[in-house]
């Protein structure tokens, strides 16, 4: 209840007095650029396995490869204004929207695509663990470093680690710090972030 009533209350804010006004700015730099959607949404793996929409602003041009190929370092796909606003992670700023529809919560392990979850499954034993819970825009995982592309299995195992970590260790006060040092690391900006 504590939790999911600080969801309601942060996103709230942020939704109100950031995306309000950014969304048709960043909507315009968007689509002056590149054509398509301003809105990315993608089928990610939720709570209990379940699938939802997840929303960002989008920073790449159109492409088939969306669903099964993650961004990578340099990739070409991502636009002038994409590598911007993926660098300062503004473009996760729409899942704040998912959030008050309840298919994440501000803190929690990052959901992620439906064919990494099929894929990861069956390389990593406790890897559906992880979706005991409601998926995050941050988390612990993402604090700790483990931000970037997962190239070897290796990376994913410490990111689930960190996940599983996170749920057995759970408090209001571990997500209120999550939230300090996600806020603190945009503004410094994160090597990993591309």
């Not at 300062?88 to 959030?99: C, K, Y």
Request: charged letters at 25%; glycine letters at 6%.
């Amino acid at each position: 209840m504590l939790k999911r009533s600080f969801d309601l209350c942060f996103s709230l804010l942020v939704v109100v007095l950031v995306l309000s006004w950014l969304a048709p700015l960043l909507g315009l730099l968007i689509k002056f650029e590149s054509r398509g959607p301003v809105f990315f949404k993608q089928l990610r793996t939720g709570k209990h396995g379940k699938p939802f929409y997840c929303l960002k602003f989008r920073s790449m041009y159109l492409s088939a490869e969306a669903d099964r190929k993650q961004a990578s370092r340099g990739d070409s796909r991502i636009t002038r204004i994409g590598a911007f606003i993926r660098k300062t992670s503004i473009d996760e700023l729409p899942q704040f929207i998912n959030v008050l529809r309840g298919d994440m919560s501000v803190v929690g392990p990052r959901p992620h695509m439906l064919q990494h979850t099929l894929d990861y499954t069956q390389c990593i034993t406790n890897f559906m663990e992880r979706h005991a819970v409601t998926p995050g825009i941050t988390g612990w995982a993402q604090i700790k470093g483990y931000r970037d592309e997962t190239r070897e299995l290796q990376a994913m195992e410490h990111r689930v680690q960190a996940d599983i970590w996170y749920l057995r260790n759970w408090s209001f006060f571990l997500d209120v710090r999550i939230v300090a040092l996600t806020i603190l690391q945009a503004i410094r900006g994160d090597e990993n972030a591309f």
